[in-house]
């Protein structure tokens, strides 16, 4: 399979589902993620746990989408178990932008509030003026009222920016556009489709928006989708699922969590995804592959190990 990402005398190999640790050799601790590149660097947030519990929002960077260095909590629960942010909080899922017009770094996340849990269903906001942190918290809601747990963000070539939740206890997927600011909802709120999904990843390759998503089976893997739309706001329209090879009808035991667009390749971009592991959460492992193209509709294929440079043969 993958001819292209497969050979060669590539020096840097990604394999997922292995033990993937950063540049200090300690495993990577970011769970649910998404990357910002900003400023010639990859920055990989993602949920930085305990066994069990939120530790807050890990931060990594890497100039090569291999090496990570760990840059520490970008976002840090309160001491103050009053506060809705407070320690045994849930947060989960959490995605950043960089907002142009104001110059800020702007994070959201999965909020459940603590001893409730999944009942609470927020969307959490918090704002830097660096990167990597530290994010000052600003607050959390439910967009325009709907419930909101599983979470990305996604920001189009205008800059405008969209939240994609899983709504109506995971049945119903919407996409809300964020105020100019990025700091909160706008009413601009759509229905995408109602088919119990979560866990949604969006891309967009030749005008056209793609969105991956798992269905809801707690931690355990299961069989995702691929939904296409015209428009950010719909009609969207099922593809099927879009894993290929062994074990894709479990997506390689993983669950996606973003879609990575690979700087200075054309049309190149990555699968990520989580390996959960609920018996002990720190410990779950990533799955990384690379986005291939069939006619034009995307796909995902498994590798054992796969080099960045089979972007460039195919
Ligand atoms: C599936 C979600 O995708 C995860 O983010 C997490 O909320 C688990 N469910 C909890 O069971």
Redesign the pocket.
Known sequence: MMAAFCSGNAQQLFKPGEVWNDVDGVPVNAH?GGVLFDKGKYYWFGESRARFGTEGVGVYSSTDLHNWRREGLAFIPDSDTTSEVGRGC?I??PKVLYNKKTGKYVMWF?LELRGKG?SAARAAVAVSNNVTGPYTYIGSFRPNGNMS??MTLYQDNDSTAYQIY?SDENYTLRIVKLAPDYLSATAEDYFMFRNHR??PAVFKHDKKYYLIT?G????APNQAALHVADSLTGPWKELGDPMRGADALHTYGA?STFVLPVQGKKDAFIFMADQ?N?KNLVNSRYVWLPIQFNKGVPFVEWSANWSLEGFDRR
Request: hydrophobic share 20%; glycine share 10%.
């Open positions: 649910g849930v989960e899922r999965h999944y747990r599983d899983s979560e866990a798992s809801c089976t707690g931690w669950q959960w609920p």
